[in-house]
Structures are given as C-alpha cells and as structure tokens.
C-alpha cells in the first residue's frame, strides 16, 4: 500500500479530477505528442482540452 507514486495519477486536463479507475480518453497531442487524459463526463461535453506541453487546445 504505498502511496508515494503520485507521478502514475492521471487526471483529466479539462477538470482535473484524478481518473484512475475510471474509463476516460487518453490520447496524444496533435501538436507535441504528449499524453493526455480526459474525464469521460468532460469527453461527453466535448470540453476543451489544453495540452500541459505545448499550450495545444483542441475539441
Ligand atoms: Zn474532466
Ligand atoms: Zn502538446
């Protein structure tokens, strides 16, 4: 039970809720590729998303 790997959370870049557990999106940066998460609540609203990297916001 060790809770020192914080750097494996996930969270959704739209909401920034933790999503582990939960069947959210992932895909890559258009722009840099970079990993991104997002909520499945935050894909069915088509929320924008904003790439940590590159600034990157897209549908
Ligand atoms: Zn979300
Ligand atoms: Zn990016």
Do not use: H, W
């Amino acid at each position: 039970m060790s809770t020192t790997d914080d750097r494996k959370t996930r969270s959704c870049v739209s909401c920034g809720i933790n999503i582990a557990g939960t069947n959210a999106a992932a895909f890559k940066c258009p722009d840099c590729g970079a990993q991104i998460y997002r909520c499945a609540k935050c894909r069915k609203q088509s929320n924008l998303y904003e790439c940590d990297d590159c600034g990157f916001t897209g549908p």
